[in-house]
Nanobody, 123 residues
Framework: EVQLVESGGGLVQAGGSLRLSCAASGFTFDDYAIGWFRQAPGKEREGVSH????????YYADSVKGRFTIYSDNAKNTVYLQMNSLKPEDTAVYYC????????????????WGQGTQVTVSS
């Protein structure tokens, strides 16, 4: 069973940084793509960044390119999202998700989802 636990959210001023963590268990980490999604109040969920360590594939939404970096620590079965130069429009609940297929993840389909962590960026 895919189990994912996010942490690292919080309140930060515009221009600041946060690092989100997604601790994974219950599946073979190397066989899965892991992604970060976010959902702001009144808006649809959107894909932020995805990674598949095997093959070295990464994806970033245009809105976060150059500001966010996704990386994984396979020894810890953890995926991180380093978020720099945060903007008020980055405010959302951030979720991580895992699926065997990077394509399915890009479509917002996943074998498992975390419970989410709140990121609030003040202006």
């Amino acid at each position: 069973e895919v189990q994912l636990v996010e942490s690292g959210g919080g309140l930060v001023q515009a221009g600041g940084s946060l690092r989100l963590s997604c601790a994974a268990s219950g599946f073979t980490f190397d066989d899965y793509a892991i992604g970060w999604f976010r959902q702001a109040p009144g808006k649809e969920r959107e894909g932020v960044s995805h990674i598949r360590k095997s093959g070295g594939s990464t994806y970033y939404a245009d809105s976060v390119k150059g500001r966010f970096t996704i990386y994984s620590d396979n020894a810890k079965n953890t995926v991180y999202l380093q978020m720099n130069s945060l903007k008020p429009e980055d405010t959302a609940v951030y979720y991580c998700a895992a699926d065997r297929s990077m394509l399915r993840l890009r479509l917002g389909v996943a074998d498992g989802w975390g419970q989410g962590t709140q990121v609030t960026v003040s202006s």
